[in-house]
Nanobody
Framework: QVQLVESGGGLVQAGGSLRLSCAAS????????MGWFRQAPGKEREFVAA????????VYADSVKGRFTISRDNAKNTVYLQMNSLKPEDTAVYYC?????????????????WGQGTQVTVSS
């Protein structure tokens, strides 16, 4: 069972950038498809990005496409989410997640393991 810990969240002005990190322990991330979801107050958790365990395929939500980049460093057992051109509507708690298997999924219930989340706040 893999354990995930997110970091890198914070307060940033609109147009700014943040890089979230997700450090894994107990198991190697190389065996999992990894993803990021987010949840804003009063809203359902939504898909942000995912990357296959080989790192060759990435998928993004339309709302972040062209602004966010997901990547993985299997040697460091870490997954990243680079967020550029941030908007106030990106404000949410961001969760790192992992699923067994190679297929990328945009559905939260198909992911097996979740981190505790990190808060991202974008001011206007």
């Amino acid at each position: 069972q893999v354990q995930l810990v997110e970091s890198g969240g914070g307060l940033v002005q609109a147009g700014g950038s943040l890089r979230l990190s997700c450090a894994a322990s107990k198991r190697s991330v190389s065996t999992y498809t990894m993803g990021w979801f987010r949840q804003a107050p009063g809203k359902e958790r939504e898909f942000v990005a995912a990357i296959r365990r080989s790192g060759g395929t990435t998928v993004y939500a339309d709302s972040v496409k062209g602004r966010f980049t997901i990547s993985r460093d299997n040697a460091k057992n870490t997954v990243y989410l680079q967020m550029n051109s941030l908007k106030p509507e990106d404000t949410a708690v961001y969760y790192c997640t992992a699923r067994s298997g190679s297929a990328v999924s945009t559905t939260s219930h198909e992911y097996n393991y979740w981190g505790q989340g990190t808060q991202v706040t974008v001011s206007s």
